[in-house]
Nanobody, 124 residues
Framework: QVQLVESGGGLVQAGGSLRLSCAAS????????MGWFRQAPGKAREFVAV????????DYSDSVKGRFTISRENAKNTVFLQMSSLKPDDTAVYYC?????????????????WGQGTQVTVSS
């Protein structure tokens, strides 16, 4: 089992920044690709970003590319999502997720473990 706990969400004005963190425990963190997803009310959960096990490769959705940065510190069992130039459309609950060994998974069903989510609200 892997336990994931997100933090860092909150209310921010459009154009502002937030940094989300996801702390993992339970298994060897460096064996898992880590992803961030988000879900707005009435919408399906959507892919935001993913980072491979070593942190050397990343992938982003087109909607956040150039504004968000995913990173990880394996020594601290933590993955981050730095969000800049935030827009009201970025408002959602943000989830981190872990996938055993797989390179850069983008689909929610591919992931093995999920956190409880953290709310991000961007006001206009």
């Amino acid at each position: 089992q892997v336990q994931l706990v997100e933090s860092g969400g909150g209310l921010v004005q459009a154009g502002g920044s937030l940094r989300l963190s996801c702390a993992a425990s339970g298994r060897t963190f460096s064996n898992y690709a880590m992803g961030w997803f988000r879900q707005a009310p009435g919408k399906a959960r959507e892919f935001v970003a993913v980072i491979n096990r070593s942190g050397g490769y990343t992938d982003y959705s087109d909607s956040v590319k150039g504004r968000f940065t995913i990173s990880r510190e394996n020594a601290k069992n933590t993955v981050f999502l730095q969000m800049s130039s935030l827009k009201p459309d970025d408002t959602a609950v943000y989830y981190c997720a872990a996938k055993w060994w797989t390179y850069l998974p983008r689909q929610p069903h591919e992931y093995d473990y999920w956190g409880q989510g953290t709310q991000v609200t961007v006001s206009s």
